[in-house]
């Protein structure tokens, strides 16, 4: 688990959790995409698993 903080906020998104990770459908097969669950409104969204890792896009802090 980790959370993610918006470089640029987008519709007073700003904060969010990272608390899993989508399995591929071949165990072999990288893993691709994580999803994200915005703090205050709880929305999800999906994104590329390297994408958190981009700090001009997100400050990242471990939980």
């Not at 399995?23 to 994200?36: G, K, N, R």
Request: glycine share 0%; net charge positive.
């Amino acid at each position: 688990m980790s959370k993610c903080t918006a470089a640029k906020p987008v519709a007073k998104q700003k904060h969010f959790l990272v608390n899993r990770v989508i399995q591929p459908e071949l165990p072999t097969a990288p893993v691709e995409l994580v999803p994200i669950e915005a703090v205050f409104s709880k929305a999800v969204q999906v994104i590329a698993w390297r994408e958190p890792q981009d700090d001009s896009v997100w400050r990242k802090e471990s939980v």
